[in-house]
């Protein structure tokens, strides 16, 4: 079935160096993808969101990537701060109400 | 602004009693609401939507059912819990495709016992 992964479970990253995370997804129909952060206890938080017709997008701190032929989507953060650390989640959606979740990838940040 | 609440924030509650878990939305009209559990160290796993009032529609069967008495408002239920139902539940709505996804509530944390 249709189904969005991640390629690293976990990503300890030093504060100030850029993060990188990976999302796979299996549904070529897919228009719009949407990166969300999770803090603990927390929903989870809109980041940045892309759809198909564009290759990248930039927001505050945060750049999303996409490329369709190799069905991969990143989300980068530049200068990662100690409060970047959470759960990220990439979604995907492909003409419909509802939005498929991936499996997430837990963000470290260390001094 | 629109704003989703969501309650209790965390519930214990012993094995076979019922279940009732609301959620509300405000400064919207005729959202889609939608109800994740979401389990320990795990992804979002779509339990129910709604387009309208009355309207479900289930994604998976479970112990659960859900019911949207108004247009605002989203309601997940269990006649008899179980301990596989413990899980973080999030509510959450949207107003269409393109508009940032969805919003969701601060999530209810349920242990059964």
């Known amino acids: 079935g249709e189904s969005v992964g991640l390629h690293l479970p976990t990503l300890s990253v030093q504060e100030g160096d850029n993060s990188i995370i990976n999302c796979a997804y299996s549904?070529?129909?897919?228009?719009?993808f949407i990166w969300y952060k999770q803090e603990s206890g927390k929903g989870p938080q809109f980041i940045i969101d892309?759809?198909?017709?564009?290759d990248k997008r930039q927001g505050q701190r945060v750049t999303v990537l996409l490329n369709k032929t190799v069905k991969h989507l990143s989300l980068q953060i530049a200068a990662t701060q100690p409060g970047d650390s959470a759960v990220y989640f990439c979604?995907?959606?492909?003409?419909?109400?509802?939005?498929?979740f991936g499996t997430g990838t837990r963000l470290q940040v260390f001094p | 602004s629109q704003t989703i609440h969501q309650w209790p924030a965390t519930l214990v509650q012993p094995v076979g009693s019922p279940l009732s878990l609301e959620c509300t939305v405000e400064?919207?009209?005729?959202?889609?609401l939608y109800w994740y559990r979401q389990a320990a160290g795990r992804g979002l796993q779509l339990l129910f939507y709604?387009?309208?009032?009355?309207?479900i529609s289930s994604e998976v069967p479970q112990n659960l059912s859900a019911s949207r008495p108004q247009d605002r408002q989203f309601i997940l239920s269990s006649k008899k819990l179980l301990l596989s139902d413990s899980g973080f539940y999030l509510c959450?709505?949207?107003?269409?495709?393109?508009?940032?996804?969805?919003?969701f509530g601060s999530g209810t944390r349920l242990t059964v016992v």
């Open positions: 400064g919207t009209s005729n959202p889609n």
């Open positions: 892309i759809r198909s017709n564009m």
């Open positions: 549904n070529s129909a897919s228009d719009y």
């Open positions: 979604a995907e959606n492909n003409a419909t109400d509802k939005l498929i």
């Open positions: 959450a709505w949207s107003v269409g495709r393109w508009n940032y996804g969805y919003t």
């Open positions: 709604s387009v309208g009032i009355g309207q």
